[in-house]
């Protein structure tokens, strides 16, 4: 559903989505926290218009001008673009994190989304005391 660059360890991102009810509105301002870069088309419109706008404020551009890629300053941080259609996401990826009902399970991926997909291992069930006691292997 969502894509994060930035601070998606367990330690971090797992954490936080430990401690949220799981719905869909939580999970998606956890992931908020952490710059989401890429997201489910389901999802993705909500995302970004709340991203442009922030964007035009801060960059002091048109909407047009945001979705150009147009951006004030010489440091571009990764809040600074929109976020793009996970079907076409292509970069490195540590973790993937799946919530099943209330149950959060993650497993770390070595590589270049998706095709990092084709040497995962299974997921495992992420818990507070696995988050705090283990680093992730």
């Known amino acids: ?12 991102l797992g954490l936080d989505l430990l401690r949220c009810d799981k719905s869909m509105k939580a999970v998606t301002e956890v992931a908020k926290a952490h710059t989401i870069d890429a997201a489910d088309p389901q999802v ?3 995302l970004n218009r709340e991203r442009v706008s922030h ?7 048109s909407v047009d001008e945001i979705k150009a890629g147009k951006r004030r300053g010489k440091v571009i941080c990764a809040d600074d673009f929109v976020i793009a259609d ?16 209330k149950t959060v399970f993650f497993r770390p991926l070595d590589g270049w989304w998706p095709e990092s997909l084709r040497k995962a291992a299974g997921f495992k069930h ?5 988050v705090a006691c283990k680093p992730a292997k």
């Open 1 to 12: 559903m969502l894509a994060t660059h930035w601070d998606g360890y367990p330690t971090s």
């Open 126 to 130: 992420l818990t507070s005391k696995e």
């Open 86 to 101: 996970l079907r076409t996401y292509r970069d490195l990826v540590e973790f993937e994190y799946d919530i099943r009902n």
């Open 44 to 46: 993705i419109e909500t």
């Open 55 to 61: 964007l035009t404020e801060k960059h002091q551009l």
